[in-house]
């Protein structure tokens, strides 16, 4: 059978199981760039049923869990109008119904004024920032045990679940000091208090902005027609390890170093 045959019914397959909670074995994609094609084919079915993309999460930027996955890169995928929620929204306990192996992840989010280009140094990438934010994304594994490649798990929506976004901070008139704070800060995540792991922005490939900057270069390598636009919002990379979650634990983030609010939510 043709690549391009087998893509598309793989792509297919993966979006059939999407928000179902349903799992299938390893799809043994063959590499990154079918991957990509996948996920494209994925996107342009989601965008024509009417969902909007919002913008990008970024997947095992941290360097420190890459061995735990079997993978050895970070990767990319998109976000969905259908996958964002504000954290008012996460007021009420999430349904975990329709992931599949849920896991929780602390990140920095940010919303994108301007469109970076390739090139940009981590100060030049600020600059196009305009907004700041905590999230928690949900992440997910159609795969049972989270056992895949870094291709299946690529053309898998990234993993992607959802992303739960705390209150926006503005960059404008401090962005030196955001700079800074941006690659020298901890979060500490907790589980129904009891705290579970420290992170630090050094985890995400040296720091968020270094991320966003992994992630440009990489689109306009592999994919330019993907480039990132004024608008979207990128979630970096989760600053601890991905964390299973189950219904009724309530789990919660504090900062320190950074000018960042924390988030709690909770499950059912």
């Known amino acids: 059978m043709r690549d391009d045959i087998l893509e598309d019914a793989t792509a297919r397959d993966l979006l059939q199981l999407f928000g179902t909670g349903r ?82 992840e602390p990140e920095i989010v940010f919303h994108l004024a301007r469109a970076p280009e390739p090139g940009m140094d981590e100060a030049a990438l600020l600059g196009c920032i305009d907004r700041v934010a905590h999230g928690f994304e949900v992440v997910q594994s159609v795969y049972p045990g989270w056992r895949f490649t870094a291709p299946d798990a690529a053309a898998a929506f990234g993993l992607h679940g959802a992303l739960i976004l705390g209150p926006w901070r503005d960059v404008d008139g401090g962005r030196a000091d955001w700079l800074a704070r941006l690659q020298d800060f901890t979060v500490i995540l907790r589980k129904d208090g009891a705290e579970v792991e420290v992170g630090h ?45 189950a219904p009724g634990a309530a789990w919660s983030t504090e900062f320190e170093g950074i000018d960042l609010s924390g988030l709690r939510v909770s499950f059912r």
């Not at 993309?53 to 998109?78: C, E, H, M, Q, T």
């Not at 270094?210 to 970096?236: C, K, M």
């Open 201 to 245: 922005a050094q985890n995400v490939l040296g720091g968020p902005l270094t991320a966003l900057r992994n992630l440009v270069e990489t689109i306009a390598s592999d994919t330019p027609g993907a480039a990132l636009g004024a608008g979207e919002v990128v979630s970096t990379g989760t600053l601890t390890d991905a964390y299973p979650v």
């Open 23 to 104: 799992q299938c074995g390893s799809l043994s994609i063959p590499d990154m760039a079918a991957a990509g094609r996948i996920a494209d084919l994925i996107r342009a079915a989601r965008e024509a049923r009417g969902e909007r993309p919002v913008g990008r999460k970024i997947g095992f930027s941290n360097r420190a869990i890459w061995a735990n996955y079997g993978v050895d890169r970070p990767l990319w995928n998109y976000v969905w109008d259908t996958t964002l929620h504000t954290w008012s929204d996460a007021d009420e306990p999430i349904d975990l119904a329709t992931f599949a192996e849920p896991r929780i």
